[in-house]
């Protein structure tokens, strides 16, 4: 469900990290607006179950 109204320009991105390592979600959402327009926001989650890296 959309509550926000047609005009509202701003866009969000979820970066979902697959690794149980904060600090690599923290890198990639601090990363990703210098590659995305002004319009948007970034957030990022880490998965709680898994490896903690996969390279």
Known sequence: MNT???TDPTRH???LNPN???K???KL???APNLL???YTVDGVTAR???RYIA
């Open 24 to 26: 690599l979600t923290a």
């Open 13 to 15: 991105l979820l970066i």
């Open 37 to 39: 327009p002004d319009s």
């Open 49 to 51: 179950l898994g490896a």
């Open 4 to 6: 926000r109204p047609e």
């Open 29 to 31: 959402v601090s990363h």
């Open 20 to 22: 149980t390592d904060q």
